[in-house]
């Protein structure tokens, strides 16, 4: 490796956080019943294209959650699953925890973006718990909906802020879940797990295939020919 | 006549032994149950064995109780949130253990303990530390993980409105986990900011049936525990 990918400033290469939860948005279908992650994953739901009436999925009971009411508005039993205060839309429904948790395990949620602090080729995904000896272990529901939905997208910075890939050969922090992550939106690329590894799908406007590759810990296979300017 | 009402939280706690094994509805601080928490502090029932997803905030509710040195172990899904240090603290020095529970696996051991089936496989944890030691069973082709049910001796549940009988109406994403530990426990005592007569609650509408319920009380005007926490209350 012989540069570090820049995280901030002027000389920042890629997307930012707010470009990242967009260009994830694009791919998220009309119709859909999508859960979304705490933290970059949330910021999605505010980039979906116009037209599209997605549902969102929270798991602390809510299906048809709305956008944030505003600073100080809002009610406190009315919260998302990181705990924020949120709204319901028309057509929301509440329900129990073990009826929300049969729509995730039971198949019902077709996609879910989350966060991650390392996927491999293979698409295991870990993003519960560096094994740090000191650390409380926390899981939430993140066992459960890489387990049970369909889909899983991942939103991560490419690298960490020490400058390493995330993207591994395999995990070496405790696994959420084995083999579950189909795509990865990062600050430099848009990457999809298939059997063969990491295929590129595509790059981040002024960023090299190069540059991607030095900053992936596995094989990062190019875009085939043929399906290069198929997709915008 | 079915009356479940009675009269104070103090009363409604008094059969709370130490060792019960206690589950304690809410996510976060929606339905977290706090004036029934606070008179079970009160009440002093020690070594408990405490369910919930999180491990409360601040110095209020939960987490007050955990301070107190009352919860000998937590069986919860997350116990990390903004402003919970109280649990922290205690499972480091060890003298809080904690057993760690996928959220959906600790939704559906509840359901499974309260509906009586005593265990159930889910694709959940399979490939990760958490299923380390765990039976696992192949079923046409894919690895489950065998997880059991989970009963209590009593639950303390939040709620918008009881009636007589004790059939329940939640407030929003303060349902959460409370109907399910309702049918889990052996006692479930209700905090109501209602408490009607039977029939003004539609049958309709009823969430939890008023036969997982045992005894209800009225708090009329329950605390929110981001508000106690903002203004740096600590209970007792």
């Known amino acids: ?31 859909a019943y999508v859960n979304l992650g705490i933290g970059i994953p949330e910021q999605v739901a505010g980039y979906v294209p116009e037209g599209r009436e997605v549902i969102y999925h929270t798991e602390n009971g809510l299906l048809g959650m709305g956008p944030s009411p505003g600073l100080g508005e809002g009610e406190p039993e009315l919260i998302n699953a990181g705990k924020r205060r949120v709204t319901a839309l028309a057509g929301a429904s509440f329900f129990h925890h ?9 198949g019902h949620i077709d996609l879910c973006v989350l966060g991650a602090l390392q996927v491999s080729k293979h698409g295991d995904l870990a993003n519960w718990s560096t094994g740090a000896p000191d650390a409380i272990p926390a899981v939430g529901g993140a066992m459960d909906l890489v387990a049970g939905v369909r889909t899983i997208y991942v939103i991560t910075q490419h690298c960490t802020r020490a400058g ?30 298939i059997p063969e590894g990491f295929q590129l799908v595509e790059l981040a406007p002024g960023v090299e295939f190069s540059y991607v590759a030095e900053r992936t810990g596995a094989e990062l296979i190019p875009i085939r020919q043929e399906s290069l300017g198929g997709e915008e | 006549m079915i009356n479940k009402r009675i009269e104070t939280t103090g009363e409604a706690v008094a059969d709370i032994f130490d060792g019960a094994i206690v589950m304690v509805g809410g996510f976060g601080e929606a339905g977290s149950p706090i004036e029934l928490i606070h008179a079970l502090i009160d009440h002093g029932a020690n070594d408990l064995t405490v369910v919930n997803n999180n491990t409360g905030s601040g110095e209020v509710g939960l987490a007050a109780l955990i301070k107190a040195g009352r919860v000998s172990k937590m069986i919860c899904s997350y116990p990390r ?23 959906g696996t600790l939704a559906e051991r509840i359901r499974a303990g309260g509906a009586g089936i005593p265990a159930f496989y889910t694709p959940t944890s399979v490939g990760t530390p958490l299923a380390d030691g765990k039976e696992q069973r192949t079923i046409e082709g894919r690895s489950y993980v065998l997880e059991y049910g989970l009963t ?79 203004r740096g209350v600590s209970y007792p």
């Open chain 1, 1 to 31: 490796m012989t540069e570090k990918a820049t995280t901030s400033g002027a000389n920042r290469i890629g997307l930012t956080r707010d470009e990242m939860a967009r260009r994830a948005a694009l791919d998220i279908p009309d119709g």
């Open chain 1, 98 to 106: 073990a009826d929300s948790f049969a729509m995730i395990r039971g």
């Open chain 1, 164 to 193: 390493e890939p995330k993207l591994v050969e395999s995990c070496t922090y405790p696994l959420t879940g084995p083999a579950v992550v189909d795509r990865i939106y990062t600050d430099l690329a848009v990457i999809d797990v």
């Open chain 2, 81 to 103: 949130t903004a402003n919970s240090t109280v649990f922290p603290e205690l499972y480091r020095s060890g003298r809080t253990a904690l057993e760690l529970v996928p959220q």
């Open chain 2, 152 to 230: 209590a001796d009593f639950a303390l549940i939040k709620c918008r409105a009881a009636d007589h009988h004790g059939n329940l109406v939640y407030n929003k994403t303060a349902r959460n986990f409370s109907p399910i530990m309702a049918m889990a426990a052996k006692t479930t005592i209700v905090q109501a900011a209602d408490v009607v007569a039977p029939g003004e609650i539609d049958p309709e509408c009823v969430v939890t049936p008023g036969i997982f319920v045992s005894l209800v009380v009225a708090v009329d005007e329950p605390a929110h525990e981001s508000e106690l926490v903002a």
